[in-house]
């Protein structure tokens, strides 16, 4: 056998490696608790995914989801200055293995410090968006209207 005929011989060996969707990434994901038997294999991962897999380990392939880091804000309140009174949190997630389209796909997960957590279809979380600038906009308004009020009262009172 000639080294040519050995060089394609060896190629038909290999099996392809897949082709990588645009906007994904190979990641390292650790499988199986830490120790002898944890495996580590390579997965397609969005861009936006910022979880460490290997670190975050999961014990089954099929528990691997992804997740960006989280916006959030707080919400304090003047009865307790040493903790906020709720934190509104956003963060965009997939879940590939799930058998819900939904939760397979991008979506946002909206949730507050000890509440059930909303998911939403990028064209949910729109609509959310624009109910939430209405809100802002609403309590600019009503802190106005109690910043008078705060102000007319102590002019009566002095």
Known sequence: MDNQQSTQ????????FPAIAPGHHLAPVAIGAP????QLVFVPCPDFCTTNHVSEWVHFLEDVDHKA?????????????????YQLTVSLASDPMSTDEEMRAAHLVVGDSGSVDAYLTPD???????DLLKLA????????????HNVAESEVAA
């Open 69 to 85: 880091d989280e916006f959030h804000i707080d919400i304090p309140s003047f009865w307790n200055n040493t903790e906020s009174a």
């Open 124 to 130: 949910m979380a729109d609509k959310v968006a624009d």
């Open 35 to 38: 120790g002898n038997g944890q």
């Open 137 to 148: 906009a609403k309590m600019r308004e009503t802190a106005r209207t109690a910043r008078l």
């Open 9 to 16: 011989a060896a190629l038909g060996a290999v099996t392809a």
